[in-house]
């Protein structure tokens, strides 16, 4: 606030010294509102990723609707979230060390969640941020399974806008911290919940 303070006085005094009037603004809401979207443009034909010399890129897994985050589990598994409407976590493991995972090397461990995104391991609980909630699932690295899902946090007030949310727990377990986005890029007044590390 005093950096603004500051700045409006010295735009001010420049004015003055310069003898000339600041100019008046519309009030905001006031003017018809501008977008600037991208425009999408259809990969032409032919056209391959570039890499730098003695690098190689493949594939290594698929068949996924919004894959968007991962992280890596116990026992060398890869935890991935799907974060559809009606989404899923995965473990990814390559039995077959072939640097790729087909779908047979695919377990879906939870199923039917609202866009889960941030994943977060510690003890024997695999916590899955949704968009309304946190759970935390037993989790078995070996069978790849996970126990029934128990809410430990709800976000039932921050169920739209910016909807990913990530977890991390500090060093010692004892807390962890829960990302939540704005509602929009300009929601004055939401809850104190939304953009905040809480």
């Known amino acids: 606030m005093r950096a603004y303070t500051i700045t409006i006085i010295a735009a001010s005094l420049g004015f003055a010294a310069a003898g000339q009037t600041p100019p008046k603004l519309p009030n905001p809401y006031h003017t018809p509102s501008a977008s600037n979207a991208p425009r999408v443009v259809a990969r ?19 068949g996924f609707e919004r894959p968007r985050y991962m992280i890596q ?39 039917n969640l609202d866009r889960p995104f941030g994943l ?11 968009t309304t909630s946190v759970k935390r699932y037993k989790y078995d690295s070996k069978k790849l399974a996970t126990g029934p899902g128990e809410e430990v946090v709800s976000l039932k007030e921050a169920p739209s806008g910016h909807w990913t949310r990530t977890i991390l727990f500090d060093a010692k377990g004892e807390k962890f911290y829960l990302g939540v986005g704005s509602q929009s890029n300009v929601s004055p007044g939401e809850p104190e919940i939304r953009a905040a590390i809480t």
């Open 44 to 62: 032409p034909d032919g056209a391959t990723l570039q890499i730098p010399a003695g690098f190689d890129i493949q594939e290594f897994a698929s």
């Open 120 to 130: 977060a391991l510690w003890k024997d609980y695999l916590y899955i941020a949704e």
């Open 73 to 111: 589990g116990p026992s060398g598994e890869i935890l991935l979230s799907d974060s559809m409407k009606a989404g899923s976590v995965y473990a990814l493991v390559d039995r077959n060390k072939d640097g790729r995972i087909s779908s047979e090397e695919q377990t879906q461990i939870a199923s």
